[in-house]
């Protein structure tokens, strides 16, 4: 059900701004909405999501107007600290978006809408397992506005979705592109590399199924082994071998080759797409660093410094917005230090990269090191940014530790 939430301030019950912030209208706001329903557990996740028999009262059929409640809430709240901006971005995140009626993401986004407006060709995203698609739901999701569907394929390999607990069959991530495209959606698929079991000839037949779907943006991530997780738990008891670093590390390269062959480009560590205007601008916003607002149980927002996060449970969100009370649970303003650190953090994962003058001394000088252990492209560093090569990608935490030394 999704790790602990981070310790910090009490957040007020109106959800007012600590006097003094003051939201800039030059920087792109976004929007992502939690979605934390389930049918089942996949035993590798550790996001804050529930089943059926965990959600203790409270009840799918209401959530889309308790999105809206505190949607409305955040209209009051950002009135008082600026000017209201469009959204650029919005992303249905959860969870399973999917398993709400397409009609209660709508009325979601309408909510959006209404508060806030929509900026002209803004990015719309939802994510969905492939079993909940259908043709119906993708043309009504379009109708809606959603622009671009982003499909939890994982694997094209039987054995390796097993492994992942996930339950659909591989030739339904064809019939999902299939009716996203007949929708005239843009289509991303999620892929996740290292699974107990999972060999580097496994992983190539899911890279080139993938390839074969034609997708216009393609995410591979790393099996993680989260503490708390089923995973966690059989790697402890000894039933299913961890991840293998080098394995994982020759999966990394060989997605890396065989996106770039299929015309694929990266632009952020784990993130791959056919033009420019198919990357997701929404994670892009992240990684750069400008203002979101997170809906729903356990989703975080980010506004002019200001970080903060909801109460986890959906039953606790949902008492909250009952009594107009915000659902925030903490929040916090980290120091210059801290944002420096972030910035590097984050910056230097994107294909763009992260400009020289953002480190320290110390960071600058660590910069020489890192081209010399081909860990950062020369040429670009000439010009200013820090560019992660290929075994810079492979390497990243250590990369980030000489920056920001």
């Known amino acids: 059900m999704g790790a602990a939430l981070p310790l910090g301030d009490p957040a007020p019950p109106d959800g007012a701004l600590p006097a003094g912030i003051a939201v800039d209208p030059g920087v792109d706001f976004g929007v992502y909405l939690h979605v934390p329903f389930c049918r089942v557990r996949c035993g ?52 399973t978006p999917t ?50 569907v982003s499909i939890g394929m994982q694997s094209a390999v039987p054995h390796v979705l097993a492994a ?10 064809a ?9 005239g959606l843009a289509v991303s698929v999620d892929l996740i590399y290292g699974a107990p079991g999972e060999t580097l000839d496994d992983w190539r037949a899911s890279l080139e199924a993938a390839v074969e779907l034609r997708p216009d943006h393609v995410s591979a991530y790393a099996l993680i082994v989260e503490e708390g997780t089923k995973l966690e738990r059989q790697i402890r008891r000894g039933e299913v071998p961890a991840p293998d670093d080098d394995l994982q590390a020759d999966m990394y390269e060989l997605a890396d080759a065989l996106l770039g062959g299929a015309g694929f480009a990266w632009y952020e560590v784990s993130n791959w797409a056919r033009t420019l205007e198919q990357r997701s601008r929404h994670n892009l916003a992240y990684w750069r660093g400008t203002d979101w607002w997170g809906y729903g149980p356990g989703a975080h927002s980010h506004i002019a410094g200001l ?18 009370e915000s659902p925030a649970a903490g929040r916090e303003t980290p120091d210059a230090e801290a944002r420096r650190l972030e910035t590097v953090l984050l910056r230097s994962r994107i294909a763009e990269g992260l400009p ?24 670009a560093a000439v010009r200013g940014r820090i560019v ?7 390497l990243a935490d250590a990369v980030v530790r000489t920056l920001t030394a």
């Open 44 to 95: 590798y996740c550790d996001f804050n999501t529930y089943t059926a028999t965990e959600l203790r009262g409270a009840r799918q059929d209401a959530y889309a107007d308790e999105v809206r409640r505190e949607i409305a809430l955040s209209r009051r709240v950002l009135a008082e600290a600026g000017p209201l901006r469009a959204a650029q971005t919005v992303f249905f995140g959860g969870g």
């Open 99 to 148: 398993l709400l009626p397409p009609g209660d993401l709508a009325r979601m986004l309408d909510g959006v809408r209404d508060a806030f407006g929509l900026a002209p060709h803004a990015e719309v995203t939802v994510e969905a397992n492939p079993d909940t698609v259908t043709d119906a739901v993708m043309a009504e999701l379009a109708a809606s506005g959603v622009t671009r």
């Open 164 to 173: 992942l607990d996930r339950t659909h069959d591989p030739a339904a991530v």
């Open 175 to 183: 019939r999902a592109v299939a009716a996203a495209r007949g929708a």
């Open 307 to 324: 970080r903060w996060w909801n109460v986890r449970h959906p039953a606790a969100y949902a008492q909250r917005l009952a009594a107009d």
């Open 356 to 379: 020289v003058s953002e480190l320290t001394a110390t960071g600058r000088r660590g910069v020489a090191s890192l081209i010399a252990d081909g860990l950062v492209d020369g040429a």
């Open 388 to 394: 992660l090569t290929l075994r810079g990608r492979l």
